[in-house]
């Protein structure tokens, strides 16, 4: 059996109870060495076998996993965040699939939403922005041209920008030409919930510069968007005059 567990943006006690308690009982564990904190190792046990999947391909990982699953052993392959985000794991998924080995997910704090708690943002704010963009400049990597920086940049929404920091030049030029004012509200969040945790607030147009002066090339997340200024109109949820399933509103 294969648990792909979700580590949780940073901070060891991130994880989720479920994700804690399949690493204590793993036999192997397979984690992401480029961003997992290695703290978390320590809920393993104490003969547990650990491999540092970040200088692995992936049939070095799967090779660990067979040879695991032949002596009937459990492993934990465990990811940065949530896995469903930029985790690689499809490919894993479908080559279990095919060697007929089982396994299952435990999802994770993804890195956005302990940027939002660095932030104490609420992306989805009423009257701002209903929707949250997750996406990446193409860089090595292609991105499907039909959702490029520019036309994703045109709704004005919310926007989370993973693996851009090294980018961000190229980036804040796509995000102006599409859409966003030059005083649209901005934010770098280095290394959202470790302990070296770093918060900077900008504007569109100030985004390349607060990058490049505080030399952040990794381990940052970009955002972008009304819902990081001052201007919201509150919810109707707890609005004193709305009627809900759980609350009848007072007459205005
Ligand atoms: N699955 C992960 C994302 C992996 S992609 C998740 O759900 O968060 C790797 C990218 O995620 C990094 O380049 C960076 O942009 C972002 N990232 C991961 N952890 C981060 C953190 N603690 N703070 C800021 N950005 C982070």
Redesign the pocket.
């Known amino acids: 059996m294969v648990h792909f567990v979700g580590a949780g943006?940073?901070a060891a006690d991130l994880i989720t109870v479920r994700g804690a308690k399949l690493l204590e009982e793993a036999d192997v564990v397979i984690y992401a060495g480029s961003?997992v904190n290695p703290e978390l190792l320590s809920y393993a046990r104490e003969d547990c076998e650990i491999h540092n999947s970040a200088e692995m391909t992936l049939e070095q990982v799967l090779a660990v996993v067979k040879d695991a699953e032949a002596a009937g052993k459990t492993t934990v392959r465990l990811?940065?965040?949530?896995?469903s985000?930029?985790?690689a794991v499809r490919e894993q998924f479908d080559q279990l699939e095919a060697l007929g080995i089982a396994y299952d997910v435990c999802p994770g704090v993804?890195?956005?939403c302990?940027?939002a708690a660095a932030l104490k943002a609420e992306y989805t704010l009423p009257d701002v922005s209903q929707t949250v963009i997750i996406t990446r400049a193409a860089g090595r990597t292609p991105v499907p041209e039909r959702e490029s920086i520019r036309s994703l940049a045109a709704h004005q929404a919310t926007m989370v920008l993973?693996?851009s920091?090294a980018l961000a030049e190229k980036l804040q030029g796509e995000l102006l030409a599409g859409g966003y004012g030059p005083e649209t509200p901005a934010a770098v969040?280095?290394?959202?919930?470790?302990p070296d945790e770093k918060v900077y607030r900008c504007t569109v147009e100030t985004l390349a510069r607060t990058v490049a002066d505080n030399g952040l090339t990794?381990?940052?997340?970009l955002i972008v968007g009304g819902c990081l200024g001052k201007e919201y109109l509150r919810s109707k949820l707890y609005d004193p005059c709305f009627t809900t399933e759980y609350r009848k509103g007072a007459e205005p």
């Not at 990811?79 to 896995?83: F, I, K, L, V």
């Not at 969040?189 to 470790?194: D, H, I, L, R």
């Open positions: 943006s940073g961003l990811h940065t965040g949530d896995s985000i930029y985790g993804s890195s956005f302990g940027a993973f693996l920091a969040v280095y290394k959202a919930t470790w990794k381990t940052a997340l």
